[in-house]
């Protein structure tokens, strides 16, 4: 028989990246359904025995029922070093799934950058929301990079939202044709990464279809921009960009935070100094607007 949690199908036990992170947190590599295809999934179940005396903000205890979608970047599957910080919200008592996206690790479907993804987000939302110990009104999408794309475009679709309280956004390109532009101005070395090159060849209008900027006043719960002062990959403008666009809408929940001396998803070493910084300000973002 196959073991399963909720509408998630067990593959194994997820390791802890280097051995490190909590040793006591029921993690699993998982399937799940988006449409007729499987994608893979990382899966933490929540501890209900948080530190006793945390000294680090992503370790002070989460709400109760408390769950995180999280989107990652690039396109080649889940990174492995998220495991830690993951590994750390989960024993602080947050439940956390992590889509591989399609094309990726194993998932069925092809990449198509923040398109389809989008479908997959949603039909892990709909995952999650089968389990009895999370609260369908304390579901938040973080997403880094791509999956910062991914998370914005997904709260765009509110008509298809149950249960997301709002999003983190961290190193997200939103305007991807000025990011584009930006790439061959400066001869970024990412031109040489054929999936880089394939995006710069796409017409505008394929390009204009993954523009968070777009989608600003689809937005309507609380939103919190993140981004490094030194991202040398997706500059710090990006965000800028999606600020502004969020000023013309005359949305007002959300908040920017431009890290200084940090570079592209930072946040993933979460001991460095700005990270720090940086976890401190998300977690009461999300204490903030969740009740």
């Not at 029921?26 to 006793?52: C, F």
């Not at 304390?138 to 509110?158: F, Y």
């Not at 930006?182 to 394929?206: I, N, R, S, T």
């Not at 390009?207 to 040398?232: F, N, Q, S, T, Y």
Request: charged share 25%; proline share 5%.
């Amino acid at each position: 028989m196959i073991e399963s949690i909720g509408k998630f199908e067990i593959l194994g036990a997820l390791p802890q990246f280097l051995g490190r992170g909590p040793s006591d947190i029921n993690a699993y590599r998982v399937r799940y359904k988006s449409g007729d295809l499987d994608i893979a999934a990382w899966l933490y179940e929540p501890s209900h025995n948080p530190l006793s005396d945390p000294v680090h903000p992503i370790d002070f205890p989460a709400p109760p029922g408390s769950a995180i979608i999280c989107g990652h970047g690039g396109v080649g599957g889940i990174p492995d070093h998220y495991d830690l910080c993951l590994r750390r919200l989960a024993k602080a008592g947050w439940t956390i799934a992590v889509p591989a996206y399609r094309g990726e690790d194993g998932s069925g479907g092809k990449i198509e950058f923040a398109l389809g993804e989008v479908d997959d987000t949603l039909a892990c939302l709909q995952a999650v929301q089968s389990f009895q110990y999370v609260d369908s009104e304390k579901i938040w999408l973080l997403g880094s990079s791509h999956g910062a794309m991914v998370c914005l475009l997904t709260l765009a679709r509110m008509d298809e939202l149950s249960g997301f309280r709002g999003g983190i956004a961290i190193s997200g390109i939103y305007d991807l044709v000025k990011w584009v532009s930006w790439l061959k101005e400066v001869d970024h070395h990412l031109m040489g990464d054929p999936f880089v090159k394939h995006l710069a060849g796409l017409d505008e209008d394929e390009l204009e279809k993954r523009a968070c900027v777009r989608h600003a006043g689809d937005i309507e719960v609380p939103v919190m921009l993140v981004h490094g002062e030194a991202d040398m990959i997706v500059p710090r403008e990006q965000s800028g960009l999606m600020a502004d666009a969020f000023n013309v809408c005359g949305k007002v929940n959300y908040k920017i935070l431009i890290e200084s001396g940090s570079d592209h998803e930072f946040i993933w070493g979460p001991d460095r100094e700005p990270a720090r910084n940086a976890w401190n300000k998300i977690m009461r973002f999300l204490a903030e607007n969740t009740r």
